[in-house]
C-alpha cells in the first residue's frame, strides 16, 4: 500500500465515522465498536500491520530474497502510518487540555 493509498483509506474511513448511516463498515459487520473508538482501535491495528509488514520486508531482504525498493517503500508506509498517528494523539491531547481549561 503506497502513502497516497494510506491515506486515502484513512480519509475514507474517516468519512464513514462521520456518516455512520452512509454505509455500512466491514469493522462493524464483525463485531467492532462503533464510532471513535472503533475508528481508533482500525487505525492502531492498521499501523501495527504496516509495521509488521516493513520488518518482514527488512528481514526478506536481509536474507537475500528481496528488492531494496520494496523495503524502502514498506520502511515508508510505516513511517507515515506512525506519522500519522502520532500527529492524531497530539491533537486528542490538545483538545483534552483544551477542554479542561474550560470554565465550569
Known sequence: MTSSAFAAGAYAAA??????GAAAKPAQAA?????FT???QQTL??????????DRAAFSAAAGKAN???????????ETALQ?????????????????????
Open 15 to 20: 468519512q464513514n465515522v462521520a456518516r455512520p
Open 31 to 35: 463485531g467492532a465498536a462503533n464510532g
Open 38 to 40: 472503533g475508528f481508533l
Open 45 to 54: 491495528d492498521g499501523v501495527a500491520q504496516s509495521g509488521a509488514q516493513a
Open 68 to 78: 531494496v525498493v520494496d523495503v524502502v517503500t514498506a520502511v515508508a508506509e510505516s
Open 84 to 104: 500519522t498517528l502520532v500527529a492524531v494523539r497530539d491533537r486528542v491531547i490538545s483538545a483534552y487540555e483544551e477542554i479542561m481549561r474550560m470554565p465550569i
